[in-house]
């Protein structure tokens, strides 16, 4: 299986690290150059974000039947007239294209600074790796005594160099400790290129599936304002058979709708500013989006996620890799048990009796008080905190999972419950109220009631599918899904 495959390559990418974190050795390892597969290179422009155009400008698959394409937000400027000046073109982000979720990741990798400051956080790491195989600077000094002397005013000149030489491995061992925190960083950009991924698909669907509530609501006030105009009609007549009671339950109704339908209009602008801040730029303007919320909802299973993630996710592999970082910080702390060693040597100039000399010297510190214990304990104690660790971030992950699987379990169900038998039904019953009024059995607002009851089932899937989808586009995230939804889902 695809998903099978891919997690493959993630476990098989996380045991290159885990092999390298521990084959540590007295050498200064190799300082990655090139980016690491799955992860955008660190770009000149990545530390300033880059506008973003929403939609995106590249050509798009013409939406199947059932695809939302809401029209822009931004009011269309007429042309010039014969005498004026033209008007400004519309930035990029305001032409109305309708934009596929797969180019908003892609818009959302290039502009949006989390995997910018990653990468930035990879480079720095390395920056360490080079510091901590440095060897140190030489040191010069210089002193003059007796200056002023009467048998020989300049005194006694004594330049002098020295330079300390690092014993024990420290330096290749200090390099081993900061690998292990570029592994950690590089895996760190890869988690935040698939969080990244799953906000903004979760971000997409949401505002597809507001925009498509807004204008299934608006067929359900429709509905509820005829049913309350006939019911109201109905009341007037002296032959007729309804009540006030009859009628204010219809009025209520209609307002609760008309209630749900502004709220939707509020959220409407907020959706479209979150979509546009998580791809990269607040500011972008947001139009249509090519989303098909009636496609087959990816198909998962609890069992072979959670396995896949507590093993492949970047965070679960990081913290392995934090405990042969730990491992590395524990053989740095006793290599301080051997003393380095500092040579010095120097010049002599006695001006009283016109004589030059030499002098060299070599001082060892006594390794007798301070044996770095206090270091060497807390690096032990850091080894089983992170072995720990390993345990507790794979029980969040797999916490996480199940939430996630738990609410789109459910809202799958309710979507495909309502799609495959409370629609067909409510619409079957539609066809036998508009068959009976032709007869003159029932009467029309029967039927108005009847086809309210159709868009009452319409709202409540569109509310459960977006549930699901939203649900799904986080666990796509938890489960590194390149592309999503597949084009062939997993059937059970």
């Known amino acids: 299986m695809a998903r099978s495959s891919r997690f493959v390559r993630i476990a098989a990418f996380a045991g290159v690290i885990g092999l390298g974190a521990g084959c540590s050795t007295l050498r200064p390892e190799p300082i990655p150059t090139s980016p690491q597969p799955g992860?955008?290179?660190?770009?000149?422009?990545?530390?300033?974000?880059?506008?973003?155009?929403?939609?995106?400008?590249?050509?798009?698959?013409?939406?199947?039947?059932?695809?939302?394409?809401?029209?822009?937000?931004?009011?269309?400027?007429?042309?010039?007239?014969?005498?004026?000046?033209?008007?400004?073109?519309?930035?990029?982000?305001?032409?109305?294209?309708?934009?596929?979720?797969?180019?908003l990741v892609q818009s959302a990798f290039t502009a949006n600074p989390r995997l910018a400051r990653a990468n930035a956080l990879v480079e720095a790491a390395r920056g360490r790796v080079v510091q901590a195989g440095l060897k140190p600077n030489p040191v010069f000094s210089f002193t003059a005594d007796e200056l002023g002397d009467r048998t020989g005013p300049m005194g006694i000149l004594s330049p002098s160099v020295s330079?300390?030489?690092?014993?024990?491995?420290?330096?290749?061992?200090?390099?081993?400790?900061?690998?292990?925190?570029?592994?950690?960083?590089?895996?760190?950009?890869?988690?935040?290129?698939?969080?990244?991924?799953?906000?903004?698909?979760?971000?997409?669907?949401?505002?597809?599936?507001?925009?498509?509530?807004?204008?299934?609501?608006?067929?359900?006030?429709?509905?509820?304002?005829?049913?309350?105009e006939q019911a109201a009609k109905a009341e007037k007549n002296p032959n007729g058979v309804l009540t006030r009671g009859d009628v204010l339950p219809l009025e209520l109704d209609l307002e609760r709708f008309r209630a749900e339908q502004e709220a939707v209009r509020r959220e409407l602008p907020a959706a479209e500013r979150r979509l546009a801040a998580v791809v990269g730029d607040a500011r972008a303007a947001v139009g249509p989006l090519a989303v098909d919320l009636a496609a087959p909802l990816p198909v998962y299973d609890l069992e072979q996620a959670r396995e896949?993630?507590?093993?492949?996710?970047?965070?679960?592999?990081?913290?392995?890799?934090?405990?042969?970082?730990?491992?590395?910080?524990?053989?740095?702390?006793?290599?301080?048990?051997?003393?380095?060693?500092?040579?010095?040597?120097?010049?002599?100039?006695?001006?009283?009796?016109l004589s030059s000399d030499w002098s060299v010297g070599v001082s060892v510190p006594l390794i007798i008080r301070n044996r770095n214990q206090g270091n060497i304990r807390a690096a032990r104690a850091d080894v089983v905190a992170a072995a720990l660790d390993v345990t507790r971030v794979q029980n969040s992950l797999a916490e996480r999972l199940a939430t996630t699987y738990r609410t789109y379990a459910a809202a799958k169900e309710?979507?495909?419950?309502?799609?495959?038998?409370v629609i067909p039904k409510a619409e079957e019953a539609v066809k036998f109220l508009e068959t009976q009024r032709e007869k003159g059995v029932v009467e029309p607002l029967k039927v108005f009631i009847g086809q309210r009851a159709v868009v009452e089932a319409k709202l409540e899937y569109n509310r459960a599918v977006g549930e699901a989808w939203r649900a799904a586009a986080e666990l796509s995230g938890l489960l590194l899904e390149e592309t999503w939804p597949s084009v062939n889902p997993i059937r059970k």
Not at 200 to 207: E, Q, T
Not at 316 to 324: I, L, M, P, Q, R
Request: hydrophobic share 50%; glycine share 6%; aromatic share 2%.
């Open 39 to 103: 992860l955008e290179p660190v770009r000149a422009s990545a530390y300033a974000p880059a506008s973003v155009v929403l939609p995106a400008t590249h050509t798009t698959p013409r939406p199947a039947a059932g695809v939302v394409q809401a029209q822009a937000t931004l009011p269309t400027t007429a042309g010039p007239t014969p005498g004026t000046l033209p008007p400004t073109v519309p930035p990029p982000s305001a032409v109305a294209v309708a934009a596929d979720v797969d180019a």
């Open 163 to 228: 330079q300390e030489i690092v014993l024990g491995g420290k330096l290749s061992l200090g390099q081993a400790v900061a690998a292990r925190e570029v592994d950690q960083a590089t895996l760190t950009v890869l988690a935040e290129r698939y969080a990244l991924a799953g906000a903004v698909r979760a971000a997409a669907y949401d505002l597809a599936v507001l925009r498509q509530r807004a204008e299934v609501l608006a067929e359900v006030v429709g509905l509820a304002e005829k049913s309350a």
């Open 308 to 353: 896949a993630v507590m093993a492949a996710h970047p965070a679960a592999v990081s913290a392995g890799v934090a405990v042969e970082r730990a491992r590395a910080a524990v053989r740095r702390a006793e290599a301080e048990l051997i003393p380095n060693v500092t040579a010095s040597a120097g010049y002599v100039r006695q001006n009283q009796n």
């Open 414 to 421: 309710r979507a495909e419950r309502y799609k495959s038998t």
